[in-house]
């Protein structure tokens, strides 16, 4: 990823209050997505769980940290870290 793309994919995100993040089943393997409200913090994206970690997204990212974050029609693959 160049430093222009994360610029790009930042200044989206700042216009921006839900991202779309796709996950890999903890039981099933496959990849789905799912929106998913962040904030930033300084350059971080950091993941609202709604309903904590009984949400599926979340305890599929704690099985599988390897994420993909996208807005708009920019996607970025992470490695989650739990904060």
């Known amino acids: ?33 799912t929106p998913v409200w962040f904030v930033l913090d300084g350059g971080k994206v950091v993941l609202v769980p709604m309903k904590g970690s009984d949400n599926e997204w979340f305890k599929d990212m704690v099985k599988e940290p390897r994420i993909d974050v996208a807005v708009d029609d920019i996607s970025i693959p992470f490695k989650a870290t739990l904060v």
């Open 1 to 33: 990823m160049t430093s222009e793309s994360r610029q790009t994919f930042l200044d989206r995100l700042k216009h921006s209050n839900e991202v779309k993040l796709t996950v890999t089943g903890r039981r099933t393997k496959k990849r789905f997505s």
